[in-house]
Structures are given as C-alpha cells and as structure tokens.
C-alpha cells in the first residue's frame, strides 16, 4: 500500500466533508453530477480504445495499492547472481531463479544462461522497456484527459443552469435550482480534476519513472553480468547510476538469495577475498 496516496485522497475529503458538513446534502445534486462526470466519461470514450477506458479502475488502483520498488534492492540480487555464477558458472543461476520475483530481470538472466549474444539480450530488454513505458503512459494519458474533462464540463453545466435561471427568472421559485446547478457542476469538476484525477495521474508517472530506473539498471546489470564483470566492480557501477536517497525506497520487486542459499555467506566471502587481493 501507498500510504501517502491513501493519506492525500482522505485528507482532502476529510477537510471538504468538514468544511460543508451542516450543508453537506446541499451539495448533492444529480443533474450536476450526470452533466459533470457523464459527459466527462463520454468525452474520454470518444478520445481513447474503450479496452483502455475500462482498465482505468486497475490503473487507479496501483496509485494506492502498488509499492514502490527499491533500486537498491534490485541491485543486491544482480551482484548476488554474479557472485554465484563467479563461483559455479552460469547454470549454476537456474536454480536461483526460483527466488526473483521480477519476472524482468529473470527473463534477462534466463537469457545469459541459454548463451544468448550480448547485443540480442540488450536489445530485447530494451525493446520491452519501451513497451513497458509506453503502457504507462497511455494509464496517465487516460486520467489526464479525464481531470482535462471534468472542469470543461462542469463549465458546460454552469452554463446550462444559468440558461434555466435566465429563463425562468420571471419565477423566484426556479431561479435558486437554476443558480444551484449552474454552481455545483463547477464545483464537481474542478474536484474531481485536481483533487483525484490529475494528482493520480502524476503519482502514476513518478512511479513508472522509478520503474524505468530500475529496469534501465538491470539491463546494466545483466550486461555486465554477460560480460563476467566481478561483483564489487559491478556494484558500484551500478549505484552510480542511482540517487542514494533511493536507499530509503520501501523495498519491493525482486528478492535477494536468502542466506540459507547461499547469497550472503558468497557475499561475505568475496568480500574476504577481496580484503586478500587488496593486502
């Protein structure tokens, strides 16, 4: 879970509900909410593949339920690898595939133990890592346009009930709903576009930028990996491609060799090793 996303979305309805509340049911109105998100939904119908309309509740639900991944953490488990393949070979990676969880970078290494070409294997993550992105930002396309509609349309609605208010002004009875409609269709679009739609939609880019980091450094990794490159050598050219604030990341994704298989005691001893070639 994302605590920061679920803590927004309730603060600022908490504060509205709070601000209103003694007139909370004045702000009810279902003409206001057909014309605002009705023809907000409609508008996106037409703009985008219906498919990608009717995925928006899942991409919504990643802004809340998806934790982001730490680099770091991907790092750990590509030098965890090499260590092991330093020591037993690359086969000897096939049984510690069963322990990564990033099916990214398992697919990657799958590729270095079937003896696939260097290039092939850049090339091919590569080509995945713009799929990939490109599908995310279709997601944030989608609500953007969406919290780009609401605000349009709730503008629609003011106008229509100010149309009715004109109409009907020779009738004080008619004149309040007219003005009422004309101002709640505003009301809902400009909430809906800034306090859900348009924030969601730049949580989903800061995260689909956080996964581009982590995929563009485990096709660094597994490169490096292909080439035998040793694994201290290897670990630092990779942090250098990360902000050390990511450090502090909730840790995510893929799954570093646990000790009883032996990642750690390799690390400690390479680490042995390393302090002997260093004396």
Known sequence: MDFASIFGLFAGVTLIFLAIRENFFLFLSAPAAMITFGGAFAATCLHFPIGDVMKVMKIVSKV?????????????????????????????????????????LKRGVQNVIDGVSRDEIKDTLTKQLEFLTARHESGQEILVSMGTYTPAFGMAGTLIGLVIMLYNLDDPKKV?????????????????????????????????????????????????????????????????????????MPIGGAKAPSPSEGGVQEKKTETKEEKKEGS
Request: aromatic share 8%; no cysteine; net charge neutral.
């Open 64 to 104: 809340f339920f998806t934790r982001p991944h730490n680099p770091y953490d991907a790092v750990e488990t590509i030098v965890g690898l090499a260590e092991k393949a330093r020591r037993e070979g690359f086969l000897a990676l096939e049984a510690e595939l069963a322990n990564v969880n990033d099916e990214f």
């Open 176 to 248: 309040g709903p007219g003005m009422a409609l004309a101002i709640i269709t505003t009301m809902y679009g400009v909430l809906a576009a800034y306090l859900f739609l348009i924030p969601m939609a730049g949580k989903l880019k800061v995260r689909a930028q956080q996964e581009q980091i982590i995929k563009e450094v485990t096709i660094e990794g597994i490169i490096s990996l292909h080439a035998g490159e040793a694994p201290r050598l290897m670990r630092e050219k990779l942090h250098a491609y990360l902000d050390p604030r990511m450090k502090k």
